[in-house]
């Protein structure tokens, strides 16, 4: 009797639901374990993804351009001389979200008690924002800074302020090396002081407006030593920064975030790392549990398979079968975790729960800071591949029970267990 | 901050680099009357012209003392114009050799034990000059005080039995200078300055300089002893006293080099 | 018939179905016993990677140090002190401090010096062995230094180049002096990449003038003492100076890993549910496809107590069988995890974390408890999650049973 996959299909779901009891403990084993992975993917892939558009903010972008030297050893002679050229290249490629240029470079900051060395950041702040200038979301005294050719005004971190024993309105003058080599100085009034909250960047900010900047140090009227690209979307830095270098001149470099953060690289692949190996062990007792049930499932109907054999199933549809069932339990474990999950999912997603009393505070890793508050994002990529693995670890696990199955012959039948 | 800029002092006005410009005098231009309002930037630029002589050469001694410790030196110096000093350390043995050379804008330190030059960047331009309470930055500032500062006569008084006229310095809104204000006090007669206090912005006085012991060589009054003050009560000043000086030296602009330190 | 008996025929009655709940078990149980050693493995490194390096476990200063850091704020009587912790079995080692210029070429940057006495210190850091070029100091070459990878690379150097280093001695005079570079460090914390120097303490003395006394007393808590109690003995022996423990320098490392602590824990619980989802599964499907078979048990007479015993033993061997081959399994897998470790980032040198520099090598730690630990739980695990299931055969009408399936 040829029987068609269609009726194999059909007898195969008919069978897992005979012993119900078995197979909701089977499925809820299933869903237990998507839950846990998505929760774990998610909250990296929301974590990870959080850090890396922080750090892109306190940084240089998800793409920065500069001078081809200057990662190694940054000073203010190594510029990137048309920053609005790359700008505008980087603005027609796809996922670019925003541009701007930056000089950041080494200073000396003076009071008449007091002197400190940082590195400063000058940037242009009609162009920049909450998105793409990190600094913005912190706790204020004072404002922000206005234009890019605002006079005489300086931003502060909370700490860097201390140390200076400035206040708003207090005068610093600030003394960098130039770009032809002279020492300058200027002069500049604090409007703003900001806690961000990482302990390094409260003591050592220092933002200055870049037009300001680009006249203290002789630079041309589109120079930086850096232009920021921001993307939607973190994981296309790589491709981004390929195709930008494409359309660069030369004599500048274009590195994506992981190239000029290495410290960052390094602490989420480690992160990651270990959240693969979590899920290779909640997969491998995914497969355990489902092995168990499919295998004693098999085993207590070896009377029924040989009957089967019998009356003229081949080995091929008798494996079909359990194949069969045992895909069908990956189906309905499936489907029963998208149902199970959807709602704390959501809840997750949006609200997140905030581990700041687990925290205290706030913390920082490789100079970013992390925010308290964990959500459980989960990318589309990787919950496909979470439900691919579920469907492979069921699967396998039904091999050799269905191989098992196959080999049943009508003398299973007449014996009885 | 490097340990050793304890409490450094930024952009102090001309007359610290009075020390290594060399220190000269000669009476010129005509004197304004007190009252006009050009009173008050003659008489600085004469202070200013006063610390700017053609050339010098000298020896003099620094005494620095600190919470820790009291230390004294023996220096030689050579100056050309506003853009070329070279003091170099004559005693104790142990830093013997060591040199400070400015050279227009650039400024080096010279370690006679390892024989090796360091160019002064931006940022160790606020770090102590020799260990003392001047800085880097202090030698090499040539902005003339008038282009910071405006001024006015503000008070006449009596100090050590001579008359006085304190002029007040007010730091232009512009202008890169620490100070707020600085009020110098120079004698009515002669116009040699006694002291100059630095004040920040909110009035509170930080530093004092203070002029002693003034001597003629030649066509030139200069004050022999310069002591500079940090007023914290903590006691601490950085005493420079000359003890010999020539002026209108011939000194070759190879004086100024690096080559030329370490043959000495 | 003794229970026993039969309930070890019975297990080996259906050697398939035994096989099949023994390999679940077992399997579970090797996972639990190699992750209870990886998660050891992680915590202790991640405390390891700080203290060992460079904190220690407790620092002494003088009172003020901390407060305002200066070259003059010294512990005295060093031998002292240092004699009086190391009888009370509380591994010591000096340092001396300071801060200057580093000069090389053209470049310069700020630098932190440390003077350290390398027989004394290998006590109580590891710094000496995170050689990524070159060698550790060397007492017999007192103008050879050890610096931090970024600052090498910052200034342009390679071992065998030459450091000019600035600074202000104790006594007011301008110390600087030559150094030949002997070594460069690899990871071990931002501070000391970017601007640590290390060399002889008889060299920074000499530079720095400062004959006598130390700035930092690094001191580890030996082997048998906790950190408070260690803490404690330290308080006790210098009461003059000020002791803290590295959790009270750096609270908010200490608040990270302690949390890390606990998202591990709680990843651990997590594994441990699962596994116990799959043990009750099998458990489950393994007493209620005999139904029958207890049904007939009672119907011949056999007590409820009877019927529960019997499944109790059967599991027990079943269990017994599972943590044999767990164990075995787990052995060369563990031994595999302590010497060779998983890496986990591939090309990473190493990355910072609160400051620190943590290390890509994933090696577990194992000990007796790694395996104790599991194997009870799991025999627990599976106990419970046989119960319910007993309890119901046990109390099974045999009617029923027998027509059930």
């Known amino acids: 009797m040829a029987t068609g996959n269609a009726k194999l299909a059909t007898m195969a779901w008919r069978n897992i639901w005979r012993n119900r009891r078995r197979t909701l403990i089977t499925v809820f084993g299933i869903v237990f374990g998507v839950f846990m992975a998505v929760l774990m993917t998610g909250i990296g892939d929301s974590t990870y993804g959080q850090m890396i558009d922080h750090a892109a903010r306190m940084g240089g972008g998800h793409v920065v351009v500069q001078h081809p030297d200057y990662q190694r050893l940054p000073t203010l002679k190594k510029t990137v001389p048309d920053a609005e050229a790359v700008e505008a290249a980087a603005a027609e490629l796809p996922h670019v979200e925003g541009t701007t240029s930056r000089i950041t470079g080494a ?81 500049v009034r604090v409007v703003g002081i900001v806690t961000t909250g990482a302990p390094s960047l409260d003591a050592s900010l220092c933002v200055l407006p870049i037009g300001e900047i680009r006249r203290s140090l002789g630079y041309g009227p589109h120079e930086s030593t850096m232009v920021a690209v921001f993307i939607d979307d973190h994981r296309e830095a790589d491709a981004v920064s390929e195709a930008l270098a494409a359309r660069v001149p030369e004599g500048v470099a274009v590195l994506p975030w992981n190239e000029a953060q290495p410290d960052l690289a390094g602490f989420i692949a480690m992160k990651q790392g270990g959240a693969v190996v979590f899920e290779v062990i909640i997969m491998v007792l995914l497969a355990a549990g489902i092995f168990n049930t499919l295998f004693v499932s098999v085993m207590e109907r070896l009377r029924e398979f040989g009957i089967m054999s019998a009356i003229g199933f081949s080995q091929r549809q008798l494996f079909a079968l359990v194949m069969w069932e045992s895909s069908w339990l990956a189906l309905v474990g499936l489907v029963g975790s998208v149902v199970a999950i959807a709602g704390p999912y959501i809840h997750l997603s949006t609200n997140g729960f905030d581990m700041s009393k687990m925290m205290g505070g706030s913390a920082e890793v490789a100079g970013v800071a992390m925010d308290p508050i964990l959500y459980v994002r989960i990318h589309p990529e990787s919950a496909l591949s979470i439900a691919a693995a579920v469907v492979l670890a069921t699967l396998v696990s039904g091999l050799y029970p269905a191989w098992r199955a196959g080999r049943a012959n009508p003398a299973d039948a007449i014996r009885v267990v | ?92 043995k142990k830093e013997k050799g060591t040199a400070t050379l400015e050279a227009g804008e650039d400024l080096f330190t010279y370690l006679a034990k390892t024989g090796r030059t360091v160019k002064v960047s931006g940022a160790m331009m606020g770090s102590a000059w020799m260990g003392s309470h001047f ?55 002669t116009l040699r300055p006694t002291r100059e206090i630095f004040y920040d912005e909110e009035g509170e006085a930080v530093r004092a300089m203070q002029f002693a012991d003034y001597r003629t060589v030649g066509d030139r009054t200069f004050a022999g002893t310069l002591t500079v003050r940090p007023l914290d009560g903590s006691g601490e000043y950085t005493r420079v006293t000359y003890d010999s000086i020539e002026f209108d030296v011939k000194l070759p602009d190879s004086t100024f080099t690096v080559q030329h330190l370490k043959s000495l | 018939m003794n229970s026993m008996t039969l309930a070890w025929r019975n297990v080996w009655r259906n050697s398939r179905r035994t096989l099949a709940a023994v390999a679940a078990t077992s399997l579970g149980l090797w996972a639990m016993i190699i992750y209870s050693g990886m998660v050891a493995g992680y915590l202790d490194r991640m405390e390891r990677q700080v203290l060992d390096v460079e904190m220690g476990d407790i620092q002494v200063h003088h009172p003020e140090y901390l407060r305002s850091p200066s070259l003059y704020h010294r512990v005295d009587r060093v031998d002292e002190h240092l004699a009086a ?50 060698q550790w100091l060397d007492a017999a070459a007192p103008q050879e230094v050890v610096v931090g990878r970024r600052l090498a690379q910052m200034l342009g150097l390679s071992v065998g180049g030459e450091l000019l280093v600035l600074s202000q001695a104790a006594d007011g005079s301008m110390a600087n002096d030559l150094y ?56 006790e022996l210098l009461p003059d100076q000020d002791v803290e423990t590295w ?57 409820p107590g009877g019927v529960l015993r019997l499944i109790y033993l059967e599991t027990l061997i079943q269990t017994g069988l599972a943590v044999a081959v767990g164990v075995l399994l787990a052995l060369p897998a563990n031994l595999y995890l302590t010497t060779e470790g998983l890496d986990l980032s591939g090309t990473v040198e190493g990355l910072s974390m609160m400051g620190s520099t943590m290390d890509t090598l994933w090696i577990s730690q194992v000990t007796v408890a790694t395996y104790v630990g599991p194997v009870v739980a799991m025999v627990v695990i599976v106990l419970l999650a046989v119960t319910y299931p007993a309890l119901r055969a046990a109390f099974i009408k045999p009617i029923t049973a027998m027509r059930h399936q």
């Open chain 1, 107 to 187: 200073a000396m900051l003076a009071t008449a008690k007091h002197s400190q060395g940082t590195f400063f950041i000058a940037i242009d702040p009609e162009r920049e924002s909450e998105d793409t200038f990190g600094i913005l979301e912190g706790r204020w005294e004072g404002e922000p800074l206005t234009s890019a050719d605002q006079e005489h005004a300086v931003v502060l971190g909370a700490v860097m302020a201390e140390n200076l024993g400035v206040k708003l309105g207090s005068k610093v003058v600030y003394t960098v090396t130039d770009k032809g080599g002279e020492i300058v100085s200027g002069l």
């Open chain 2, 1 to 92: 901050m490097p340990e050793y800029a304890r409490r450094p002092f930024l952009l102090g006005a001309g007359a610290a680099l009075a020390l290594l410009a060399g220190p000269g005098w000669a009476h010129a231009a005509e004197r304004p009357a007190k009252d006009s309002p050009e009173f008050p930037a003659w008489v600085m630029n004469q202070i200013d012209d006063m610390h700017r002589g053609d050339s010098s050469h000298g020896v003099m001694s620094m005494t620095v003392k600190t919470e820790h410790w009291t230390r004294s030196l023996t220096m030689e110096s050579w100056s050309k114009g506003e853009d070329y000093s070279l003091v170099r350390i004559l005693a104790p």
């Open chain 2, 135 to 189: 800085t880097n930055n202090d030698l090499v500032k040539s902005s003339r005080l008038a282009d910071a500062y405006t001024m006015a006569l503000t008070k006449e008084g009596v100090l050590h039995g001579v008359p006085q006229y304190v002029f007040t310095l007010t730091a232009k809104p512009d202008a890169p200078v620490v100070w707020g204000t600085i009020e110098v006090t120079v004698e009515q007669a």
């Open chain 3, 85 to 134: 912790l190391d009888e009370a079995g509380l591994p010591a080692a000096p340092r001396l401090l300071g801060s200057g210029l580093g000069a090389a070429g053209e470049n310069s940057a700020g630098i932190s010096l440390v003077g350290v006495d390398p027989e004394r210190d290998a006590r109580v850091s590891e710094v000496h062995a995170r050689m990524a070029e070159g």
């Open chain 3, 180 to 235: 030949a570079v002997r070594g460069i460090l690899g990871g071990v914390s931002e501070a000391v990449d970017r601007g640590g120097v290390y060399m002889l303490d008889q060299a920074f003395r000499e530079l720095m003038v400062v004959p006598e006394g130390a700035h930092q007393l690094i001191v580890r808590r030996g082997p048998e003492r906790s950190l408070e109690q260690a803490a404690a003995r330290a308080r």
């Open chain 3, 247 to 303: 959790r009270e320098l750096k609270p908010t490392l200490a608040s990270m890993l302690d949390s890390a602590e606990g998202a591990v824990y709680m990843m651990f619980f997590i594994v441990y549910a699962a596994i116990a989802i799959v043990i009750l599964n099998a458990m489950l499907m393994a007493v209620f496809e005999r139904v029958r078979e207890f049904g007939v048990l009672k119907a011949i007479g056999v007590s």
